[in-house]
């Protein structure tokens, strides 16, 4: 039986519906699911009691889906189940996303369940390559996603984020805590930002079954309200939520969506 750790989005609804049996829906405390009813709601001080549940109710596969933000811990509301996992928990949470998250699924495959990853259950998330807007790349924007790719590569040891923002070869934005949206909605007011796009993929040595780099027509509107260019990600290592809605923006914007493959 497979159940889906999930935050929030459309992404776990997607994968969801696409299985031939209904998996179970375990969230975290405070957490509005988008077309789902959990099943199962959580906190992280009592995650030794859910592995338990989990066991009790016949689960065997997981899917860590959908956003999720670092959560506080609260020492007073651990039970006893979760008390020997505490080091575990505070090692990971001192760690990057990509880091917190190793902790987190090496947590379950020791407990014995097998963790999958949502693009494994429903493989048509993954972007296609090649240009997806009628926009089409420019020789400058061709030159700034190789300057994004550089950027990200070089970040991917420290565990930061997925993406940044280019314009120029001039880097604008870097991705960090408060992820992409975040990013956008602060970029700096320079004539630059007409021009710039943002790029996104995965960490060099990220392990892809969790915190897939993901965009969705969200993300267009974002980056269209931001006053970018167009939007670079790397061919095979990005989900596209909701595809035929976000080319249909990205091309009433004149946005640029391309899923750049190695040049």
């Given at each position: 039986?497979?159940?889906l750790i999930a935050g929030r989005g459309t992404l776990p609804a997607q994968v969801a519906q696409a299985q031939a049996s209904a998996p179970l829906i375990v969230t975290l405390?405070?957490?509005?699911l988008d077309g789902l009813d959990p099943d199962i709601v959580f906190r992280l001080e009592h995650l030794g009691s859910l592995l338990v549940e989990l066991g009790h109710r016949g689960v065997t596969d997981v899917c860590l889906c959908g956003s999720v933000d670092r959560p506080q811990v609260d020492p007073s509301a651990i039970d006893a189940a979760t008390l020997p996992l505490v080091p575990l928990i505070q090692a990971g949470l001192a760690k990057g996303d990509d880091g917190a998250l190793r902790t987190l699924m090496d947590l379950f495959e020791q407990t014995g369940f097998t963790v999958r990853a949502a693009q494994d259950l429903l493989p048509d998330l993954i972007a296609t390559a090649g240009v997806l807007s009628r926009a089409a790349p420019t020789a400058r924007i061709r030159e700034d996603a190789r300057r994004g790719l550089q950027v990200l590569a070089a970040l991917a040891p420290l565990d930061v984020g997925q993406s940044c923002v280019v314009s120029g070869g001039q880097v604008l934005a870097i991705e960090a805590l408060g992820g992409t949206d975040f990013m956008l909605s602060t970029l700096p007011d320079t004539p630059l930002r007409d021009g710039a796009v943002l790029v996104k993929g995965p960490k060099t040595g990220q392990d892809r079954r969790a915190d897939m780099p993901t965009i969705g027509p969200d993300t267009v509107a974002t980056a269209a309200a931001a006053g970018l260019a167009g939007i670079v990600i790397d061919a095979g290592g990005v989900i596209l939520l909701d595809p035929d809605e976000a080319i249909e923006?990205?091309?009433?914007?004149?946005?640029l969506l391309w899923s750049r493959t190695a040049e």
């Open positions: 039986m497979l159940a405390e405070g957490y509005a923006q990205a091309n009433a914007a004149g946005l």
